[in-house]
Every structure is written in structure tokens, then in C-alpha cells.
């Protein structure tokens, strides 16, 4: 285990199992070098306390790299529940995960991740004030689709094939959720035509009903001509076989771990196309949680949301320079806000 923690560069792993609830939970905290770890908890059937290990690094590890790339005085964490085979008393057992985190002292603070609910926040709170995304924070999705939308102005501009303006511009959706629909709204509000899918037929009619958009089937989504291919629905997306039919300038979305491995960077790199860093593009949504819970304003998380498009444009000036993926241009510049000049000096 001290392998795969030393790998990830992970601070501290804390496991707690409470015979009461039947909670088995495990928090771990990437780095507290900016500021407290801010990361959801997932809460989901695993396989094997192995498994609910290896998910807890690897996404507290990129949660660090979002809050430092984000601007945020935050660290990264994550903290992941192994939800019972059994029938649970849900309020019973978030209870418990809220003492749990309130042990904590504040290192870490909680959010909404796969599997938790608004619901599960409010139980939180009722045993520590470290937990976001409760009923009075609001949704974050309004706020990660402004800074993807951010991004697909930045691409634009790093773009010498595309034009200058969204009117006109092919984009193909994948993925209307809560995020998709809002930027699919605000596209189209640009004059943008867009080509849209889900597994949802419901979601695909109300955007050809609302915005025109032309409905292409799940398959279709990879291979369809456009200008800017946006992800906004299931992670690990970007495969050698996708890649490989790709028929796009660009690709920016919200979905989280798009690049089924690291290698897939490279592939895009390779054919040009053009890739915003998920995790730069996406956000937004964790400035809003964030701002709320340290009780910023709209003007402040405006303000932030709106640097996603400086940030993008200077990794795709680095990536120009340097001549390498942007996946990689993007983790190096996160790795030295997290490891200032030590990290730099290293890797030059
Ligand atoms: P959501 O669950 O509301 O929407 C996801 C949509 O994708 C659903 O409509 C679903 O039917 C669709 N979908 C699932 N599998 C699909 C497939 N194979 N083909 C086409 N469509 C498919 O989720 P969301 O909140 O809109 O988030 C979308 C993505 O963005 C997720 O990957 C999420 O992790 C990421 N993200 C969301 C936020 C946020 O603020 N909600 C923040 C950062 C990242």
C-alpha cells in the first residue's frame, strides 16, 4: 500500500470503519500545501478495499492538480464510502462518515462525488461544518459549463483552423446532463451549430427542440465532421480507437478523466487535434464550491471562471513551444504550483 501512496505523492490515508452504521470509508489527502484538501466523496459498491484505495488516491491526486491549476488556495483530496451489499440506513451511515470527517480537524473537507446526494451534505453538516455542496450551496454544473464554454473561447483563439467566432462552428455534445444542456445552451446562444447525443433519447429531443441541434446516435458522436468535439458525459472517452476517428480540430468538455491513459495524450498530440486538459476545463465547478464555502461572492467566482481561459491559452502556448501534449503541459505546471521551484528544477 505504501507503494501505490508513495507513487501517487499522497500525504495521509485515513480509513474508518464504524460497527454501528456498518461504515467502511476511507479519506485520503493528497497535499495540504495550498490550503485544506477539497474533494468529493464517491460512494459506490467496490470490489475489494484494494479497489476503494486505489480510487481514493488517484483522484485525490487530481483534485491537487485542479485546485493548483484553478488558482484555488487548496489542496486535494477525496474520500470514497464502499457502499454496503447490504440494506443500510443511508442517514445512519453519512452521520457517522460526518464524525469521521469532523476527527479530521478541517484537512479535509467533503463534497458531492458519484453515488452522494445534496441530501447526504446536509447529514454531513449536522456533524461538522467541513463539507460543501449542502442544500444551501446550490449546483455547481451551471458553473462547470461556463468555464467549458470559457475554454472553447481559448481553443478558438489557439486554434489557427478554427474561425474566431462560435457562429457557424460545428460542436458536437456528448452527454446533455446537467452540464452538456448548459453548454449547449449557451453555444447556441453564440450562434454555434451543434450536433448532440445521449443514451438518453428524452435529452437529445428537448436540445433539437430548443436549439436546433442535430441528433447523432452514441456511436456516430466519435466519427461525426465538426470543428470541436465536447465530452460532457462518461470518463476514459478518448481511446485509441476514438482517437483514431476523430474527425475534429479540437476537443473540450467537461467530463472527468477523458484520456484513457496518459498515452492517449500523446495519440491526439500526434493528429493534431487539439486537447483542453479536463481538468483545467472543467473547473468550475469546483470554483463554485469552493468560493461558496470559503463565502466568496458571484463576482469573485466570476472572476475566477473567467482566468480558465488564460490558463488554457497558456498551456496551449507551452504546448506550442515545447512541442509536447497538452495533458502533459498542464500536469507540469500544476506540479510546480504544488512543488514550486524544486519541481521545476527537477524536470528542467
Ligand atoms: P449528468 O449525470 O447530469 O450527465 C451525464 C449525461 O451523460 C447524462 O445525460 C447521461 O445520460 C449521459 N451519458 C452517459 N453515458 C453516455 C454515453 N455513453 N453516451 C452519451 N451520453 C451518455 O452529469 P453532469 O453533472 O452533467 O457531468 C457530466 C460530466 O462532467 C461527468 O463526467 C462529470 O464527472 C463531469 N463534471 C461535472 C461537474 C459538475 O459540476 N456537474 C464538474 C466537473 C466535472
Known amino acids: 500500500m505504501f507503494q501505490s501512496i508513495e507513487e501517487a505523492g499522497v500525504n495521509d490515508l485515513h480509513f474508518k470503519y464504524d460497527e454501528?452504521?456498518?461504515?467502511?470509508?476511507i479519506v485520503a489527502i493528497h497535499s495540504t500545501r495550498r490550503g485544506p484538501a477539497l474533494g468529493g466523496c464517491r460512494i459506490?459498491?467496490?470490489?475489494?478495499t484494494d479497489e476503494a484505495v486505489t480510487d481514493a488516491i488517484r483522484l485525490a491526486k487530481g483534485m491537487s492538480y485542479k485546485a493548483a491549476l484553478a488558482g484555488l488556495d487548496l489542496g486535494g483530496g477525496k474520500s470514497v464510502i464502499m457502499e454496503p451489499s447490504e440494506p443500510y440506513d443511508r442517514e445512519k451511515l453519512f452521520?457517522?462518515?460526518?464524525?469521521?470527517i469532523e476527527e479530521l480537524g478541517g484537512r479535509y473537507i467533503t463534497a458531492m462525488d458519484s453515488g452522494s446526494r445534496v441530501s447526504d451534505m446536509d447529514t454531513i453538516a449536522t456533524q461538522?461544518?467541513?463539507?460543501?455542496?449542502t442544500s444551501i450551496s446550490g449546483n455547481p454544473a451551471p458553473s462547470t459549463a461556463l468555464g467549458v464554454y470559457k475554454g472553447i473561447l481559448a481553443t478558438l483563439k489557439?486554434?489557427?483552423?478554427?474561425g474566431n467566432s462560435l457562429k457557424g462552428m460545428a460542436v458536437a455534445v456528448q452527454g446533455l446532463g446537467n452540464v452538456g444542456f448548459a453548454l449547449c445552451q449557451l453555444l447556441h446562444s453564440d450562434g454555434a451549430r451543434l450536433l448532440v447525443t445521449d443514451i438518453d433519447e428524452k435529452k437529445i429531443e428537448q436540445c433539437v427542440a430548443d436549439?436546433?441541434?442535430?441528433?447523432?446516435?452514441?456511436?456516430?458522436?466519435?466519427?461525426?465532421p465538426c470543428d470541436i468535439f465536447s465530452p460532457c458525459g462518461l470518463g476514459g472517452v478518448l481511446d485509441p480507437d476514438h482517437i483514431s476517428q476523430l474527425q475534429c480540430s479540437a476537443i473540450a468538455g467537461s467530463a472527468n478523466n477523458?484520456?484513457?491513459?496518459p498515452e492517449c495524450g500523446q495519440q491526439l498530440f500526434d493528429r493534431d487535434i487539439m486537447y483542453a486538459p479536463d481538468y483545467l476545463i472543467n473547473s468550475g465547478g469546483l470554483i463554485f464550491v469552493a468560493m461558496n464555502h470559503m463565502k466568496q461572492g458571484q463576482v469573485e467566482i466570476d472572476r475566477r471562471i473567467d482566468a480558465i481561459e488564460d490558463t488554457l491559452l497558456q498551456v496551449f502556448r507551452h504546448q506550442q513551444q515545447?512541442?509536447?501534449?497538452?495533458?502533459?503541459?498542464?500536469?507540469?505546471?500544476?506540479?510546480?504550483?504544488l512543488y514550486g521551484d524544486e519541481h521545476r528544477r527537477l524536470s528542467a
Do not use: W
Open 20 to 25: 454501528a452504521s456498518g461504515l467502511k470509508a
Open 44 to 48: 459506490i459498491p467496490y470490489a475489494s
Open 95 to 100: 452521520k457517522a462518515f460526518g464524525g469521521f
Open 128 to 133: 461538522t461544518r467541513h463539507v460543501s455542496c
Open 158 to 162: 489557439a486554434n489557427k483552423n478554427l
Open 211 to 224: 436549439f436546433g441541434a442535430t441528433a447523432v446516435s452514441s456511436n456516430e458522436i466519435y466519427s461525426v
Open 258 to 261: 477523458q484520456l484513457l491513459t
Open 322 to 337: 515545447r512541442k509536447a501534449p497538452s495533458s502533459l503541459i498542464a500536469d507540469h505546471m500544476a506540479e510546480v504550483l
